[in-house]
């Protein structure tokens, strides 16, 4: 049986507390990217296997997950994964090249190639996923919560008409306006794949789901009100009574008040924005995460308390704020700093 939202407040975590605007003992906070290239010991995992190897050995990537959470001290872990896993059975032909990202081998470039996608079934061909859902929340403590993600299917979509990572999103922004109808179709064979995967993750053990939607902010109003909105919408309308959800776009400062609409407990900042005048626009109804600007972590000791310091005085103390950077770790970052800047939130917020 998937769980609820309900729950005894007083045994829940500090992030699960966040979530629900709840007063907890401190500001949790998790990073993005926060098991990855940054880490020796990740590094030494990855020089014996790919990236999709690693996703899809659930003892190893549970052990990234829940070492992470060890050695940083965070509140929260999130699975090892990646959010274009899901395009994978969608026979995208999914792979991450060495210093260019994540490619696709088939990428959608007529209405047709959208007909000819197969059913992509992700409650079988995801099994890994849900499997290290399983094992890391048993190896997590129960204090420490577990989030799960997908990737939003703006972002989702991009990827399989650019056929990987893009700058102008000339392709993508081509297609949504000169065929719509096909458009629009994508999106919900994306968004339907998307809500059975999280709602497994959820069932697996997954406390709350964050929706990536990492290039959104590419997008002007019009067009997310048009060919975005209601997308979203459908993925969270779906899974909102399940657990808490959280809802992040980089450089989606404009778009902050159309993805609170779209849905999510919590709306991600990136750096670019003020924590204190976005999160009253949007209403202290929604928690906000964020939103240090991942370079503080490679500057030095002092400039990161600081940094830090700003953002917990602009949150005020307020219930809902999850402390995170606007983005993920940087692949040189050290760790030491990563591992200061959790120990600061702690201390600095403890009431």
């Known amino acids: 049986m998937i769980k609820t939202l309900k729950a005894d407040s007083s045994t829940l975590s500090v992030f699960m507390q966040a979530c629900r605007l709840e007063k907890s ?135 399989l008409i650019e056929g990987g990572p893009s700058k102008s999103f000339y392709l993508t922004k081509k297609f949504m306006y000169t065929e719509p109808e096909a458009w629009h179709k994508l999106m919900d064979k994306l968004a339907l794949a998307s809500i059975v995967y999280l709602k497994a993750q959820i069932e697996a053990g997954a406390d709350a789901v964050q929706l990536f939607d990492s290039w959104v902010g590419c997008l002007g109003t019009d067009d997310y009100k048009t060919f975005v909105l209601p997308h979203s919408q459908k993925v969270f309308a779906a899974i909102r009574n399940l657990a808490p959800t959280i809802h992040f776009g980089v450089g989606a400062g404009s778009l902050l008040s159309l993805m609170k609409t779209a849905g999510g407990n919590i709306i991600g900042l990136d750096w670019r924005v003020d924590l204190d005048t976005e999160w009253r626009r949007l209403g202290f109804e929604v928690g906000v995460q964020g939103n240090m600007d991942p370079i503080i972590l490679l500057s030095d000791r002092a400039q990161i308390n600081l940094r830090a310091k700003r953002i917990l005085e602009q949150a005020k103390a307020r219930p809902g704020h999850i402390f995170n950077l606007g983005h993920g770790i940087l692949p040189n970052t050290p760790v030491d700093n990563v591992r200061f800047l959790v120990d600061e939130v702690h201390r600095l917020s403890t009431h």
């Open 25 to 159: 003992r401190h500001t949790p906070i998790w990073l993005m990217r926060q098991a990855g290239r940054y880490m020796p010991a990740y590094q030494e995992i990855r020089a014996k296997h790919s990236f999709l190897e690693l996703c899809k050995n659930t003892d190893l990537a549970t052990h990234v997950t829940v070492s992470t959470v060890e050695q940083l001290g965070v509140d929260a872990g999130i699975i090892f994964a990646d959010i274009l896993l899901i395009l994978e059975p969608l026979g995208a032909g999914l792979s991450f090249v060495k210093g260019d990202g994540p490619a696709i081998a088939k990428p959608i470039r007529t209405p047709r190639d959208i007909d000819a996608l197969p059913e992509p079934h992700v409650e079988d061909s995801l099994a890994y996923v849900y499997e290290t859902v399983r094992q890391s929340r048993k190896a997590l403590k129960p204090e420490i919560a577990l989030i799960g993600f997908a990737g939003a299917p703006f972002t989702l979509a991009s990827y």
